[in-house]
């Protein structure tokens, strides 16, 4: 019988200490910095960059190109504008990267994407679609600047 009220206090304790690690609290001033709403999600601009049809820009205009795409990237993301941004690994569907845009219509996106070079030069061609997910992501780049050792 000890035995088994022991287990059973064990069982509780275990149970008990989880759900206060996993209970959270809720914080209305960042959730209002990060303009969530009541279940902590917001609206933002989902983007897959896909390759071009520029197929004849040399390696040095595709430099150039990048070199201007990753300084458009790191503006945005500085305006916040941009909660995400990454490539693709290689893949077939000639998709190379995502933008998750800070922006509440797709037209406000399309704007942002205009202004990179690698689109100007139709390296890159865009779909952009609303989509609804957590506002925490405009957390990420200051999460990530603390754990890059080197910059872009």
Same mark, same amino acid.
């Given at each position: 019988?000890?035995?088994?009220?022991?287990?059973?206090?064990?069982?509780?304790?275990?149970?008990? @200490? &989880?759900?206060?690690?996993?209970?959270?609290?809720?914080?209305?001033? =960042? !959730? $209002? /910095?990060?303009?969530?709403?009541?279940? +902590?999600?917001?609206?933002?601009?989902?983007?897959?960059?896909?390759?071009?049809?520029?197929?004849?820009?040399?390696?040095?205009?595709? @430099? &150039?190109?990048?070199?201007?795409?990753?300084?458009?990237?790191?503006? =945005? !993301? $500085? /305006?916040?504008?941009?909660a995400?941004? +990454?490539?693709?690994?290689?893949?077939?569907?000639?998709?190379?990267?995502i933008?998750?845009?800070?922006?509440?219509?797709?037209?406000?996106?399309?704007?942002?994407?205009?202004?990179?070079?690698?689109?100007?030069?139709?390296?890159? /061609?865009?779909?952009?679609?609303?989509?609804?997910?957590?506002?925490?992501?405009?957390?990420?780049?200051?999460?990530?600047?603390?754990i890059?050792?080197?910059?872009?």
């Open positions: 019988m000890k035995k088994a009220l022991l287990l059973a206090f064990i069982i509780l304790s275990i149970g008990t @200490s &989880k759900a206060q690690e996993t209970a959270s609290v809720y914080d209305e001033k =960042l !959730a $209002k /910095e990060l303009g969530a709403d009541d279940y +902590g999600m917001k609206h933002y601009v989902f983007c897959i960059l896909k390759t071009g049809t520029n197929t004849t820009a040399t390696a040095e205009e595709k @430099s &150039k190109y990048f070199a201007g795409h990753m300084a458009n990237i790191t503006r =945005l !993301a $500085k /305006e916040g504008k941009l995400v941004a +990454g490539p693709f690994m290689k893949n077939d569907r000639n998709y190379r990267g933008f998750i845009f800070n922006v509440a219509t797709v037209e406000e996106a399309q704007a942002l994407v205009d202004s990179d070079p690698a689109v100007k030069a139709k390296l890159f /061609e865009a779909e952009l679609t609303p989509w609804y997910s957590s506002a925490s992501l405009m957390e990420v780049s200051k999460i990530h600047d603390k890059s050792k080197t910059k872009f």
